[in-house]
């Protein structure tokens, strides 16, 4: 059964006076709730195949503080597209191919539109809490039956919504 695991990035600093939106780093304090999201998926035993990340500066070093705690070696593609996008919908079938865990690492409000386009049902307590946003360095798990390719609205099943505690 194919799981998808969207994880927006951790605590990024303001842009500095001649830096872009692409360039800013992450905060110390980001640097840690990345390590603890690595850790959480660690101690849980998620399995990840393939890590689909943004190529900005703050979502490469999210990625980089997840694998210094995850422990695992996923293929890793960053791609102009994820930070350029409304919606993540399309690149994950684009890119999903044969991975079993797909692993998206983005930013708002991509990330919550995608969550929220692509959930079956969001009742429970972690269903409320995604519902009413996408913080920073939070992780959403969905299971679903089918391919990558075919992906379509309302066709995801909530597993955990997590918010890093660094």
């Known amino acids: 059964m194919p799981r998808l695991l969207l994880l927006r990035h951790a605590t990024a600093e303001r842009a500095q006076r001649g830096e872009t939106d692409h360039e800013r780093a992450l905060t ?24 689909l990340a943004s190529d900005s500066k703050r ?42 865990a797909v692993l998206v690492v983005g930013h708002n409000p991509a990330m919550h539109s995608t969550a929220l386009t692509l959930a079956e049902n969001l009742a429970g307590r972690d269903g409320e809490r995604l519902r009413a946003g996408f913080p920073k360095a939070a992780l959403a798990i969905f299971d679903f039956d089918g391919s990558w390719g075919g992906l379509r609205p309302g066709s995801l099943r909530l597993v955990a919504f997590v918010e890093a505690d660094a």
């Open 28 to 51: 110390k304090g980001g640097r840690k709730e990345s390590k603890a999201v690595g850790k959480f998926l660690a101690k849980s035993g998620q399995a990840v195949d393939l890590v």
């Open 59 to 100: 979502t490469r070093e999210t990625w980089e503080g997840v694998a210094e705690k995850f422990g695992a070696t996923p293929e890793v593609r960053f791609l102009r597209s994820l930070f350029e996008a409304q919606n993540y919908v399309p690149t994950i079938k684009a890119e999903g191919g044969e991975a079993e």
